[in-house]
């Protein structure tokens, strides 16, 4: 019964983490403008950014983790919540930017130009426009990031201890060096995959269309 | 309500330039129509004209004021685009308010206004629909609502009619020339289609490859088209061009002879034209005529009948094949031969650069 309260402050800042780094911590704010830029405003090196953008995500976290651990302990946001958030959102912005760029391209543009004749400054062409019409790709953009950084266990293990340590931790300290906890670990394991299983079955069909939006007629 | 003028308007892509210099005046109240093959760069005119493109050089001034650098909304315009464009997720009443709405005039002011609007182009029972909702007509009218709520200084149209069915195109084409009757306001409009542009211009702009090959109304295009592009381009179907060489000139004319014909005098200014020199004769297919003693010969090729009309291919002894126009009830059998006369008086002649020499006679409507 002691890890009870442990368990929940887990939960609790498997939430945190997994919610903050997404709407809050904003990788969508960044990621909006970014893909906005780069979908109806495309430059020389638009492609070349997208694609350096994504070959971070095929480098092995491994291989920046010292730096990246010597950066969060310099500046003190070893094992805080806010240094995890940071990084979460970091390692899933690429996927985000890709995702909203490529539902971005499917908005056609007269309408946005529509809007501009009609006297929508930049802002207003975004949110009043854009993003109405790109709800339902920006829903499955969140909802894939939130499932991303929920599962999310390199950095959680690598860069928390006990006062950031979200669920992933929580589960994997029942293998510890006194033993296998499998009764423990099993219901943990469960436990933790419950609510995005229930959440993504909610969703699956605006999941299914994010994933595979764009990729046939 | 608004004049446009055009001085010397250039647009550079990527070192190549598409725009390449052009000037025009469109005068208040005129329906002008850019016309002219994909590619010419009359939607890319038409783009900067409405501040949705940069213009690399050159200046555009709307009511005796330069605003190549004024924000599109600021420019007083309004356009209709070839997709419709409107907002998906707003229903029509929304779709024509956003702008007003922006603009910052008052609810009770803006109600009214759309409600007018509505009323008169018949969509006042649609007003809570989504575009979705509605058949392509019905939104190409909401799209042309949402300009004249904003009682623009000129409207601007983007092949607004291309992507409706043939019957309903032609309703919209009686249904804008009469919006216009009665708006008065300076229109641009933008079509590859010649026949829209006959019907509805006052003022017809032939683009090829962004030069301005001809400005002028519809039958002056028709009439007295200045170069082979021109007339090659209106009329439908096509002109047709024989090659001929001249024999003399004089007072009356160009004499010329036909490859395998005798000789013709049409009514051109010589000019400087030489004995002996070879020019393009062009004539439309509904001034040729079936004539047993026609000066030239050929064999049917095709026949396609319209009903009203009867159009026969007929291809000539050197192996061109010309459009001629005749009445439907003319029974032309394939693999006939046939006689010919063309019509001295509307031929046409055009030198090696491929320009018009100026007729005698001006068409009486053609002014």
Known sequence: MTYLPRRITGISRSILCSCQCLPRGGALLLGVPAAYSMAFFPGKRTRGTLLWMLSTRMLPPVGVLVPVYLIAKSTHLLDTVIGLAIINMLTNLPIIVWMLYTFFKEVPVPILEAGRMDGANRWQEISIVLLPLALPGIASTALLSLILCWNEAFWSLNLTSSNAAPLASFIASFSSPEGLFFAKLSAASTLAVAPILIFGWFSQKQLVRGLTFGAVK | ?367
Not at chain 2, 188 to 210: F, N, P, R, S
């Open chain 2, 1 to 367: 309500m608004a004049k446009v003028e055009l001085r010397d308007i250039r647009k550079t892509y990527h070192a190549e330039e598409i725009i390449k210099g052009v000037s025009l005046d469109i005068n208040d109240e005129d329906f002008v129509v850019f016309v002219g093959p994909s590619g010419c760069g009359k939607s890319t005119l038409l783009r900067m004209i409405a501040g949705l493109e940069e213009i690399s050089g050159g200046d555009l001034m709307i009511d005796g004021k330069r605003v190549n650098d004024v924000e599109p909304a600021k420019r007083g315009l309004a356009m209709v685009f070839q997709s419709y464009a409107l907002y998906p997720h707003m229903n029509v009443y929304q779709n024509m308010e956003f702008g007003l709405k922006l603009a910052g005039m008052p609810e009770a002011e803006r109600r009214q206004k759309i409600t007018d609007v509505a009323k008169t182009l018949q969509l006042d029972t649609y007003l809570k629909h989504k575009p979705g909702q509605l058949s392509g007509g019905q939104r190409q009218r909401v799209a042309i609502g949402r300009a004249i709520v904003r009682n623009p200084k000129v409207f601007l149209f983007d092949e607004p009619l291309s992507n409706l069915d043939a019957a309903l195109r032609g309703q919209m084409r009686v249904e804008l020339a009469t919006l216009h009757r009665r708006l008065k306001a300076t229109t641009i409009y933008v079509t590859h289609d010649q026949v829209e542009a006959m019907t509805m211009a006052d003022k017809i702009v032939v683009l090829q490859k962004g030069v301005v090959e001809q400005v002028g109304s519809p039958l002056e295009l028709y009439h007295h088209p200045r170069n082979l592009f021109v007339a090659r381009f209106i009329g439908s179907p096509p002109m047709n061009f024989l090659p001929v060489t001249v024999r003399s000139t004089g007072t009356e004319g160009i004499t010329v002879v036909l490859d395998h014909g005798n000789p013709l005098v049409v009514p051109v200014l010589p000019n400087d034209t030489a004995a002996a020199e070879s020019l393009t004769l062009g004539i439309r297919p509904e001034h040729i005529v079936l004539d047993p003693n026609g000066e030239i010969e050929g064999i049917i090729r095709m026949v396609e009948r319209l009903g009203a009309l009867t159009l026969l291919h007929v291809a000539m002894p050197d192996g061109t094949l010309i459009i001629v126009q005749t009445d439907g009830d003319h029974g032309g059998e394939v693999d006939h031969p046939i006689r010919l006369h063309l019509l001295a008086e509307n031929c046409h002649l055009f030198d090696a650069g491929g320009m018009a020499l100026t007729k005698l006679m001006r068409h009486r409507l053609a002014d």
